[in-house]
């Protein structure tokens, strides 16, 4: 009987501690709960922190009246919009409410509210800074493909900073009416964080990757590309016949028939490891934001649905945030200052971990610069001695090509004096060569010229 009752104070104790350790870690998801009372509650008696971007332009205040306001200029209020959120919590995963913690006073230790109650002063919540740039992001927007849906983000690969992180189509915060009527048109959606996709030809990434790591003698391959692979009772095809190629070849030109033969060499079980090592499938408990898991299939053993797999069709998902090839915790909050005027300590971030042996890494670098210099991404480089290494991606929405292709490109500067890693997605917008890639270059320029 002692022992059954002491068996069960310690699962008691284990939950405590557990409970403890997730409002800790992960509190905003605990507070953003759109059926949290707490939130109304605590903005009738608690002055809403400020919330800007990396150079101190206010993007959301509270005015003296206790309305929470938006920055005065109606595109930079969109740029930003999905970031930043509402006041109504309509965008759960904006910082308005994700970070609600902070912005409305949750984080305030007893000392800090009693010296408030002792000077009468009504208590204020922290201001957040955060690592995105209002410049970019309204830059970004205005060059989107017009009409088109989809997302941008770029961030910063050595402090892991999100520096912009656009969505399509935005909403006005300060008119949700008109928001609110489009819903059905996905303006309150974050497309980069929640949005999932076929990542068409940039999962060929994961592909060549599990290849070196996994296939003996890849320096000797050579494919003949004949512009259809059949398989089980498929073809995979290309849009015209590569020849024989090496695997280098196959991956600046997008060969969709050689990646589709080598997965065929690789197995569910090498591809499908490597995949997860590299996140697919995995629970992204990130601490300044929520990104939507991306999906590799594992319970289909058929060929053809493993050859689809391989191209990034099939029931391959990913999100652009998931999907921008770094492995490391992303960050969207650069300060956090109390109404003291003090510095509170930001929360704890996952370290980054090695997905890929160096060799590989450094093979998979340097193809990737050749698909920028000379293969499907020409139109993502950059003329003034920075070098890109990129991937596109025409990720096909039908079955029967009937719907445009999503147009994709991810990739990176390897400059060490621009580390900037970049993805972008154009719903329904066609070759990501000749759509997504060019708005990678301009982006990228602009952070350069901003010097973020």
């Known amino acids: 009987m002692h022992l059954l009752t002491l068996l069960l104070v310690m699962l008691f104790a284990l939950v405590i501690a557990y409970f403890c350790y997730s409002v800790y870690f992960y509190g905003g998801r605990w507070v953003a709960n759109p059926y949290n009372p707490r939130i109304s509650s605590q903005k009738q ?41 509402d006041s109504g919590g309509k965008v759960s995963t904006g910082a308005d409410t994700f970070h609600a913690q902070f912005l409305l006073g949750f984080r305030s230790s007893i000392f800090e509210r009693l010296a408030d109650a002792f000077t009468g002063t009504t208590q204020r919540g922290d201001d957040v800074r955060l690592t995105i740039s209002e410049r970019l992001s309204r830059y970004i927007s205005e060059q989107f493909p017009a009409g088109k849906r989809g997302a941008v983000v770029v961030l910063n690969y050595k402090t892991n900073e999100i520096l912009a992180m656009v969505s399509m189509p935005q909403f006005d915060p300060t008119n949700m ?99 997860e090592e590299m996140g697919f499938n995995r629970n992204f408990m990130f601490s300044d934001l929520i990104v939507y898991n991306s999906s590799y299939p594992i319970d289909d053993l058929s060929a053809e649905d493993l050859a689809w797999s391989a191209i990034g069709q099939g029931r391959v998902l990913a999100t652009p945030m998931h999907n921008r090839g770094v492995m490391n915790e992303p960050r969207l909050v650069a300060q956090i200052t109390t109404a003291q005027g003090g510095n509170r300590a930001l929360l704890s971030h996952a370290g980054g971990r090695r997905v ?7 093979r998979l670098e340097k193809e990737m610069i050749r698909v920028v210099k000379s293969g499907t991404g020409k139109r993502a480089a950059l003329d003034n001695g920075y070098t890109v290494a990129g991937k596109t991606g025409s990720a096909e929405a039908s079955n029967d090509k009937s719907i445009e292709s999503h147009a994709w490109f991810v990739g990176y500067i390897t400059n060490d004096s621009a580390p900037y890693a970049i993805c972008v997605l154009v719903e329904n917008g066609g070759s990501g060569g000749g759509v997504a890639a060019p708005l990678a270059r301009k982006t990228l320029q602009k952070a350069i010229n901003l010097g973020l």
């Open 45 to 85: 008696h608690v002055i809403m922190g400020t919330l800007t971007d990396r150079d101190g332009t206010v993007l959301a205040y509270t005015d003296e009246d206790g309305r929470r306001r938006y920055n005065g200029s109606a595109a930079t209020r969109k740029a930003v919009c999905q970031v930043v959120g």
């Open 356 to 362: 890929l042996g160096e060799d590989v890494a450094a």
């Open 177 to 275: 009416d008109s928001a609110l009527s489009d819903e059905a048109a996905g303006a309150l959606i974050n497309r980069a964080t929640q949005g999932l996709y076929p990542p068409g030809s940039t999962f060929k990434i994961v592909t060549m990757a599990s290849a070196l790591e996994n296939l003996p003698d890849l320096n000797d391959f050579a494919f003949d590309c004949t512009g259809y692979y059949p398989v089980g009772n498929y073809s995979v095809t290309d849009g015209s016949a590569h020849g024989v190629q090496s695997l280098s070849d196959a991956f600046a030109h997008s060969c969709n028939t050689t990646f589709a033969a080598l997965s065929q060499d690789l197995g569910y079980e090498m591809l499908g490891n490597t995949a």
